[in-house]
């Protein structure tokens, strides 16, 4: 194996990206560190050294076991790198999960079906004890006997 690796191919062949320009853009645009510095997607990497991967809302950290260039099958992947991601990271990315709908940005699109179940089931009258009762059609009589 090569003892170092350009970091935009190996975050394709380690796969943390699906495709090798989703790993060079997220390079560009600061989403990638390597102790603390952004790094351009040409920049080599050694093993050993932990890149850190912003994907929102939680930075993924990886310690770098093997530099590859060639993608890898998933069984392989634990022999690659070593996730060295922060419980505190996993801990967010299972609250913003719990809140779904309630944060939704504006513009980002219509409500799925599963969206859209959730906040009715979210404003049900019917949790709250304002049903419609069928039974008594009596109450609302108005005078006629």
């Given at each position: 194996?090569?003892?170092?690796?350009?970091?935009?191919?190996?975050?394709?062949?380690?796969?943390?990206?699906?495709?090798?320009?989703?790993?060079a853009d997220a390079c560009k645009n600061g989403r990638v560190t390597i102790g603390g510095v952004n790094v351009k997607p040409s920049r080599p990497l050694k093993a050993g050294e932990v890149v850190s991967v912003k994907k929102p809302p939680?930075?993924?950290?990886?310690?770098?076991?093997?530099?590859?260039?060639?993608?890898?099958?998933?069984?392989?992947?634990?022999?690659?790198?070593?996730?060295?991601?922060?419980?505190?990271?996993?801990?967010?990315?299972?609250?913003?999960?719990?809140?779904?709908?309630?944060?939704?940005?504006?513009?980002?699109?219509?409500?799925?079906?599963?969206?859209?179940?959730?906040?009715?089931?979210?404003?049900?009258?019917?949790?709250?004890?304002?049903?419609?009762?069928?039974?008594?059609?009596?109450?609302?009589?108005?005078?006629?006997?």
């Amino acid at each position: 194996m090569a003892d170092s690796a350009r970091i935009d191919k190996w975050l394709w062949a380690s796969r943390i990206f699906k495709t090798r320009s989703i790993a060079a853009d997220a390079c560009k645009n600061g989403r990638v560190t390597i102790g603390g510095v952004n790094v351009k997607p040409s920049r080599p990497l050694k093993a050993g050294e932990v890149v850190s991967v912003k994907k929102p809302p939680v930075t993924y950290s990886f310690r770098v076991l093997k530099c590859i260039e060639q993608r890898v099958g998933a069984k392989l992947v634990p022999e690659i790198y070593e996730n060295v991601t922060d419980p505190k990271q996993y801990e967010l990315l299972e609250m913003s999960r719990i809140s779904g709908f309630i944060d939704r940005q504006r513009g980002t699109g219509r409500p799925t079906k599963k969206d859209r179940r959730a906040m009715e089931a979210f404003t049900d009258p019917a949790m709250f004890g304002f049903g419609i009762d069928d039974d008594d059609d009596d109450e609302f009589n108005f005078g006629e006997d």
